[in-house]
């Protein structure tokens, strides 16, 4: 089992940046790919970004492209996601998930282990 603490949201205003991080703890080797959710009030949780721990290959959300960036450090056994240019439609509680399949996917059920999240707020 791998647990995973999220830091680093807060409320900003449209147009601001904010840098998530979520680091890793337990069996940290047996996570192939990592990836961040949000969740809205009233909305599904919807899948942001992922980054396979092995290539670095990373994928993002359409909503997100372009604006967000998912990155890790391995020494610190630490995913981050900056997020730019924020909208309020960014508005939400942000998770880190980790997953054990060997090819990622930015679909909740592939996620084994997850944090308890983090809020940010874009207000306008």
């Known amino acids: 089992q791998v647990q995973l603490v999220e830091s680093g949201g807060g409320s900003v205003q449209a147009g601001g940046s904010l840098r998530l991080s979520c680091a890793a703890s337990g069996y940290t080797a047996i996570r192939n790919c990592m990836a961040w959710f949000r969740q809205a009030p009233g909305k599904e949780r919807e899948g942001v970004a992922y980054?396979?721990?092995?290539?670095?290959?990373?994928y993002y959300a359409d909503s997100v492209k372009g604006r967000f960036t998912i990155s890790q450090d391995d020494a610190k056994n630490t995913v981050y996601l900056q997020m730019n240019n924020l909208e309020p439609e960014d508005t939400a509680m942000y998770y880190c998930?980790?997953?054990?399949?060997?090819?990622?996917?930015?679909?909740?059920?592939?996620?084994?282990?997850w944090g308890q999240g983090t809020q940010v707020t874009v207000s306008s």
């Open positions: 998930a980790a997953g054990l399949s060997s090819q990622c996917f930015l679909v909740r059920r592939f996620y084994n282990d």
């Open positions: 980054i396979h721990i092995g290539d670095g290959n990373t």
